[in-house]
């Protein structure tokens, strides 16, 4: 039986293989880019909600803040190599941030809701 070989001197089975792998790899980077954005966005919800703090009310700005945090910033570059070296899945990539963008922001924007009716009716 003769082995083809595909792609960089791997063949098909294995090439599969390894794609597996680092699209395992990419799921475990995207939950924990994940969870460390929830993590910093929930610490600013409950200081908008405490202190009812409305200079923090800006929500895209707070995305910024949240964005350039440097924790995010070091999960977002290790999925940057990663689809670099895959390009394939940028579209997952792009979809998982764009899904989480919208859900921090929603739920941003809730914490502002709730402190300012709460100052209106203190």
Known sequence: MKTVI??????????????SIERAKLNRLLDEERRTIETIADSVKQQIETTQNLSLTDVQAIWNNIQNHSLVKT??????????AYPQFLTQVE????????????????????????TVFC
């Open 6 to 19: 595909y792609n960089q001197g791997y063949n098909c089975v294995e090439n599969y293989q390894i794609i």
């Open 75 to 84: 999960v977002r570059k290790r999925i940057n190599i990663l689809t670099d």
């Open 95 to 118: 979809t998982a941030r764009q899904r989480l963008k919208n859900q921090i922001i929603e739920s941003l924007e809730i914490a502002k809701f709730t402190a300012q009716t709460a």
